[in-house]
């Protein structure tokens, strides 16, 4: 199998992912709140620094965040030491248009009081979108003070594909905050999205809140997600700018494969940057002449490359056959890269031509993409991939 990378234009693809100001701005506001535990003291010091800068340029959701990990907060916070109590209310909604995803915060009851004397806390809601627990990905009301049955009346947003909520889980939990100590969890409630059905009920319902459901070693580590295009490009359509012209005309086509860009991608130094470069295989074949990669990019931890992998000489048959295998890593020029995460698409079968192997262990979208591509011959399939946290087989 011969395969040749080069740097060609694609045509202009557009990447459905709304970014709501209004969360940006909470999100740079709750970069200095005392969720973190950070003190009040320093809090309110930070916050006016952050109001005497606030012409900077902040970089949100990027590297220092992309390497927080589930529950990374647990040795800050308070589980277990409040017995939990009380119910929410809360209600889920998807405007399929604008890509939205809303969490329709309304209230609590009977929520455990922290202050037992005065029967009383401080309650306010935070969420995420497991696997992502990076701060980018955190949202969260506003506290509501000496409340056992507060009311919020806020609506939470995720600017996020249909198909990429389809693999997250909602964590909603309620916190007390304490300015000065470590504040307590008082309940959680998880949704996984792979099977829910929204538009069917829009009303707000109560959930009893739950004691904490999971460990940290049963959640996989976000590592951030791969933007791509993937085309077959059938023997008569290959065009003259990507067609390897060292080899000989077989009569078979090529696949082409635009990597566009990774985002929240983990910082390997002590700046919390990274210089990422990704690298492709289209297995079986992983020879060194097999193997196609792109420009490093420095210092970057959502790097845009906008770079096509070609493997030609490669029947359209063939596909239900092979795997693309894409990673990312780290470039060291000193050392050993280190890997920041991967890809496999193919149908998942566990075997390739009447052998069983591993690579053959695409899931989900995965899975979608590499059938669409297949189906349909000469056209671009867009695709915004999670990536795998190891390449072991799943």
Partial sequence: MAAAAAAVAAPTIQISH???????????????????????????????????????NLSYGGSHE??????????????????????IQFALDYDYSSCILKIDIRQ????APVDTKKNRSDPYIKTYLLPDKTRSGKRKTKVKKHALNPTFNEVLKYAIDI????????????WHSDLFGRNDFLGE???????YTFGHDTLPKWFQLQERQQEPSELKQYKGDLFLSVRYVSPGNIT?????????????????????????????DSYGNSDPFCKGYLLPDKSRHGKQKTDVV??????????????????????????????????????????????????????SFSREVEWMDARGEEI???????????????????????????
């Fill in 368 to 394: 979608t993409l590499w059938n669409a591509v297949s189906d349909m011959p000469n056209a671009w399939i867009d695709g915004s991939l999670m990536l795998r946290s190891n390449m072991e087989k799943q």
């Fill in 163 to 174: 198909t990429e909520l389809e693999t997250r889980t909602l964590w909603l939990s309620v």
């Fill in 18 to 56: 709304v970014q709501d100001q209004e969360l940006i701005e909470a999100e740079l506001v709750d970069t200095f709140e005392k969720d973190e535990n950070i003190d009040e003291l320093f809090a309110s010091q930070r916050m006016a620094a952050s109001n005497s800068r606030s012409n900077l």
């Fill in 240 to 268: 003259t700018t990507t067609k390897n012209k060292k080899k000989k005309d077989t009569g078979k086509g090529q696949l082409e494969v635009l990597i566009k860009e990774a985002r929240n991608l983990s910082g390997m």
């Fill in 108 to 111: 609590c009851k009977d929520l």
């Fill in 298 to 351: 420095k210092k970057n931890c959502s790097p845009m490359w906008n770079h096509t992998l070609i493997f030609s000489d490669v029947d359209l048959e063939e596909l239900k056959e092979r795997s693309l295998e894409l990673t990312v890593w780290d470039h060291d020029a000193m050392g050993s890269n280190e890997f920041l995460g991967g890809v496999r698409l193919n149908l998942g079968t566990g075997r």
């Fill in 66 to 87: 992309s390497i927080a990990s589930y529950y990374s907060d647990a040795g800050e916070v308070n589980y277990g030491k409040i017995p939990v109590s009380g119910e």
């Fill in 189 to 195: 409630i998880l949704i996984a999205f792979d099977e």
